[in-house]
């Protein structure tokens, strides 16, 4: 079993290391890297037992073979698959797995090791934040939007029937392991939602990677060759600069990565939860973002466009269809992030560049929403 | 209304600042500090609004108090009484505190005020670590064990039925502010209880106050003057030394604090949970863990004996009924801090000075535990 990789190879992969007040953790990205998962986690020091809490999409192949990974890393392995999802992603769900870790009593010392999409990774990281009063976390991403957004940083989230992801914590992960080859049997749809917010990374923060996700995006959407592998963890690398940056979004960095998500969340709130994907809500909310900043004379129509041209190059939607200007509006006052005073709108200023800014007119946001709508 | 106090009350009450990952804070110790609630959070630099859950029997003159103390110092304030004990230590409890936070909309810059007993502390201080990724949680504990050993350093827990206190998060308070004379309506078993944790602080690290609660037992148990709260204080201050340089138990520092605690975690056990309170089963595992040193030469009888002699003039148990050798020696294996190998023993070398062995006889724990056998 060919599990030693060259020294080289693992520079190759690593995309970035995240240093954080709870440790240092690295992000490692590349083809076929699950079958090192017991390698690199032997790497972090850990010891112990691996508890692998599995979306069931994953069973049998998937989950096989990073169990299999582990052993080969010599951790005693022990498997959940479970049916993970929005519809679920609450406390009911994290009991199952507390029952499961209560039978195996799994220790302080032990690992969870949490594989599946962004759902997986919130909620079996919640149970591991709250295990014991914490133990360590793997985060083993399979989605797109998993690898470049949600899976670094440690937020981990469950919804109560009164709100989405009202519960969480803080759970920064020991090590993060992203197989491409996990995203070949990806829906198209979700695999399009998830370069959306690749390629909200390159919008507020790296021209090149903008323009590579421009000038690529057919090679990009088949995931041909190395360049797709690149561009996720160019993205993957600057998310991870964020989060050490400014680890309890308390700053002004991590803000920025909410670009589009003002108009986004509203879309998804207002439409009902499930109808537009999270990265295809985010996408339409980047258009009102870019509207809003054209309006205030930030950027040019330009740049407006070829932000449009790019998405739709993702097959992403740029417009939605019978939504109101007031409910959406009305949406973003509600958002848990504005409701003590005015919204702080990320807004693009060039290619590459993004900012804060708090004083948007109330008719600029409501021509910006009306042009977004179809 | 006579809130502030002068620079040097404050000087005498504060009892320890604790340092840690998630931050600093103060420890406030002292009669009637509970007016000061307010002005002192003020002092954090926290703003937004204060949610004070308290367990029921605050209800309604100290719980008003309380309240009171918030709006002086500018909070707008809202309170929610739970029965709380051991019996709803639960997930089911939190999820009322979680619904009544999301009716209220409580945000991430709001303050949760924990008050009431070890449970309420525990409890809402996992709502709080749990809520919104975490929101800042102010720890005013009413009984004696809560002051001088549960609310300082951070640790949260609920139960679940498979076992006690397997949830949990380390999530550090902001303030920690205890009124003495909350005390007074302790149940005096309750109180006796809680002086067992503050004495093993002084058998375990600080011979002076060892001293002192052996010459001063019956003005300590009646909270006559200023001796008891001095030495409330000193218990505290020792506490928060540890949490400081030990923040998460992984050195050697915090484990000192489990001095008498293998036993007793036993007693508790196989006697039923509720039969003997915390503190009377740490009293008893105290002089089991005197029994080990004693026959491993480490201390002589006459420390044995001194510390009978003080546990019993704060009328705490020295010995248990009814309970089987082996039983409580089979319970000690399955205890969570030793399940992954031998159990780490915290032992007596002197009088304030304690250090861990692991390499005790199993003969030596069997004769021990068998000498606090009636």
């Avoid at 590349?30 to 010891?47: A, C, I, M």
């Avoid at 022990?78 to 679920?88: M, P, R, S, T």
Wanted: cysteine-free; glycine content about 10%.
């Amino acid at each position: 079993m060919p599990v030693d990789n060259s020294a080289n190879n693992y520079d190759q992969n690593l995309a970035a290391v995240v240093n954080t007040t709870q440790g240092s953790y690295r992000v490692i990205v590349g083809r076929d890297v699950v079958d090192d998962l017991g390698s690199e986690l032997k790497k972090t020091g850990l010891e112990g037992r691996a508890f692998l809490v599995a979306d069931v999409v994953m069973f049998p192949s998937a989950l096989r073979r990073a169990q299999e990974a582990l052993e080969r890393g010599g951790y005693e392995t022990h498997v959940l698959a479970l049916e993970i999802g929005e519809a679920n992603k609450n406390l009911e769900t994290v009991q199952v797995v507390y029952e499961w870790l209560a039978d195996m009593r799994a220790e302080r010392r032990d690992i969870v090791v949490a594989m599946g999409g962004g759902v997986t990774g919130d909620l079996v990281g919640f149970a591991a934040a709250t295990w014991l009063r914490g133990v360590a976390v793997v985060q083993v991403p399979t989605s797109l939007s998993a690898m470049v957004d949600s899976s670094i940083g440690g937020k981990t989230g469950v919804n109560i029937a009164k709100g989405k992801n009202l519960l969480g914590a803080f759970h920064q992960p020991k090590l993060v392991l992203q197989d491409i080859a996990h995203l070949e049997s990806l829906p198209a749809r979700e695999m399009a939602a998830g370069w959306a917010e690749a390629v909200k990374h390159g919008l507020i923060l790296d021209a090149k990677l903008l323009d590579k996700f421009e000038r690529l995006a057919p090679q990009m959407a088949a995931l041909e060759g190395e360049e797709p592998v690149a561009a996720i963890r160019r993205s993957v690398a600057i998310k991870s600069e964020i989060v050490s940056a400014d680890e309890f979004e308390n700053g002004n960095h991590r803000i920025l990565l909410n670009y589009g998500h003002t108009i986004g969340h509203a879309i998804e709130k207002v439409s009902g939860y499930g109808t537009y994907l999270h990265g295809e809500a985010v996408a339409i909310g980047m258009m009102a973002a870019a509207g809003i900043a054209e309006r205030l004379g930030m950027i040019d129509s330009e740049l407006v466009e070829r932000q449009r041209r790019v998405l739709q190059s993702y097959n992403l939607p740029t417009t939605a269809n019978d939504l109101s200007v007031n409910a959406l509006i009305e949406a973003t006052k509600s958002d848990k992030k504005s409701r003590s005073g005015t919204i702080r709108w990320v807004l693009l200023e060039g290619p590459g560049k993004a900012t804060t800014r708090r004083d948007v007119p109330n008719d600029v946001v409501r021509d910006a929403v009306q042009s977004i709508l179809d």
